[in-house]
């Protein structure tokens, strides 16, 4: 049996995205900047793509600009608050620990350019809370930038009430929300969001593609220079098939959600379940505020990169991670945030389920996975060195 359990690394892309893009290769595939018909009737297209979007997140179709992904709408949104911060003498930003790494790096590198960066504990809970962030801004905050829900761990943010906070204390509030569009509701006027980033191919469109929301009248730097597209803050053509894939697996995704949800929500409580069973082992992540695919494990006494390709050799798909970092031998930043020590951080298993999983696949993992922890663990001196007492048991 083979069972795709890495959804949140990408989704498959439906069948009615990719039938939504192949007339932009075939009848509508002018340039959507050029005056002539032919260029014209592919500018409806994307209108109508940018209305889809808007329409989804509750905002204006004018607040959407598209971009290559989530990481560049990160980085423009950041960057942009940064910028116009300084210039009114405030360059302090506020973040969590646990923060996917397009926004990490780029406030690493704004620290270079002498903006101080305030990183939330996530330790408790693995989660952060709204005092958190009110009892951490300043005079000086130009930018908060919480992710809407965490992609390694899957924990679900307080956002509204972090967004009301940031309203009151009259700072942007930037989210990274690539895991959470498509999978819970967001309504970007009510939640006081006023920047957020999301990408097509974690709800089941392409890759390549993805958005930015500005609230109006919030000004933005431009990363990419060039032409006047996206209203002359993206330059380059429109990946016009991209964006009308994206568009129209995002209006499936949030008009199916609650279906969608429900079933996904009872796989993963299943898996959840049956994976605690297995001695010396610890759930990740906020248990009650959770993504409604996100199962993520630490168990002790065995590598995760062994875990993954012995399931694998069992026709299960998953990783111990983001697959951003999956090159990386170093343990997990964000089982570092939440309190995992490195020895426990580095037998970590992620599976992310969507709706097109099946119960009968979460059987075949619950039987696969005690198997090979159990397999691992024989071959491993550090459990053996954890049985005979030798070293003393973390989890």
Not at 65 to 90: C, H, L, P
Not at 137 to 144: F, G, P
Not at 374 to 388: G, K, Y
């Amino acid at each position: 049996m083979q069972v795709y359990a890495d959804n949140a690394a990408t989704t498959k892309i439906s069948s009615r995205a990719l039938q939504a893009m192949m007339p932009c290769f075939e009848k509508f595939y002018g340039n959507p900047s050029s005056l002539h018909s032919v260029g014209q009737e592919a500018k409806e297209v994307l209108d109508e793509a940018r209305a889809k979007v808007a329409a989804c997140l509750g905002c204006e179709a004018r607040e959407i600009f598209f971009t290559s992904g989530g990481s560049e709408a990160d980085n423009q949104a950041i960057r942009s608050a940064a910028f116009y911060g300084a210039k009114k003498g405030k360059k302090h930003i506020i973040s969590t620990a646990f923060e996917h790494h397009a926004v990490l790096h780029t406030l690493k590198a704004l620290e270079k350019e002498g903006f101080e960066i305030t990183l939330l504990d996530v330790k408790e809970g693995h989660n952060v809370t709204a005092q958190q962030v009110k009892d951490a801004i300043r005079e000086d905050t130009c930018l908060v930038t919480c992710m809407y829900a965490n992609n390694e761990i899957g924990s679900v943010l307080p956002i509204s009430d972090i967004g009301a906070v940031c309203k009151e204390a009259g700072v942007p509030f930037h989210t990274d929300a690539v895991q959470a569009v498509g999978h819970l509701h967001i309504n970007v006027k009510e939640q006081n969001i006023d920047m957020l980033s999301l990408s097509g191919h974690k709800f089941h469109g392409p890759k390549g593609v993805g958005a930015l929301y500005v609230r109006r009248g919030l000004p933005l730097v431009n990363i990419i220079e060039g032409g006047a597209q996206e209203r002359g803050k993206r330059g380059g053509t429109e990946n016009l098939p991209g964006i009308v894939g994206m568009a129209v697996a995002m209006e499936d995704a949030c008009a199916n959600m609650d279906q969608n949800n429900a079933k996904v929500t009872a796989m993963r409580d299943k898996l959840i379940a049956g994976l605690e069973k297995i001695p010396h082992c610890a759930l990740n992540g906020d248990r009650e505020n959770r993504l409604p695919g996100n199962v993520s494990f630490c168990f002790e006494g065995i590598e995760g990169e062994s875990l993954l390709l012995y399931l694998d050799a069992m026709g299960i798909s998953a990783s111990s991670g983001s697959a951003c970092t999956s090159g990386s031998l170093d343990p997990s930043h964000v089982l570092l945030a939440i309190g995992r020590v490195h020895d426990v951080a580095h037998g970590s298993l992620r599976l992310s389920l969507s709706h097109e999983n099946t119960d009968e696949e979460m059987d075949h993992i619950l039987t696969a996975v005690p198997q090979v922890v159990e397999l691992l663990r024989n071959m491993s001196p550090v459990w053996r060195d954890l049985q005979t007492g030798k070293r003393e048991y973390i989890l």
